[in-house]
Nanobody, 129 residues
């Protein structure tokens, strides 16, 4: 099984920024993020698992849910073999646990959590108002 590793969870003030790295130990960036579509997912209270960003292995274009569009991006660092969730203009409702997850293939499909083959353990984010 492939395990992803998220980190960077912290307490930040409303309006602040935070960057969450996602890494796949043992795999080079070109061998994993370019071949497997990746989503960032969060656990939304009262909603359950909610996808917030998605990008195909071809990295043609990232997509975001309306609640985070314009505030969150998913940059990558080839030298460090990591994909990030960059969170700006954070709001109290962004406080929850965030997960990085990948499909077994290079295409993102409609979000069904059980379709994602590899998950991380999650990282907790808190926002002070």
């Amino acid at each position: 099984d492939v395990r992803l590793v998220e980190s960077g969870g912290d307490l930040v003030p409303a309006g602040g920024s935070l960057r969450l790295p996602c890494a796949v130990p043992g795999f080079g960036f070109t061998g994993r993020f370019s071949e497997h579509a990746t989503r960032w997912v969060r656990h939304a209270p009262g909603v359950g698992l909610e996808w917030i960003s998605a990008i195909d292995g071809s990295r043609s274009k990232a997509s975001y849910i309306e609640a985070v569009r314009g505030r969150f991006t998913i940059p990558r660092d080839n030298a460090k073999n990591k994909l990030y969730l960059q969170k700006d203009s954070m709001r109290p409702e962004d406080a929850t646990k965030y997960y990085c997850a990948q499909y077994s293939g290079s295409i993102c499909y409609d979000f069904i959590p059980t379709d994602l083959a590899s998950w991380g353990q999650g990282t907790q984010v808190a926002v002070s108002s």
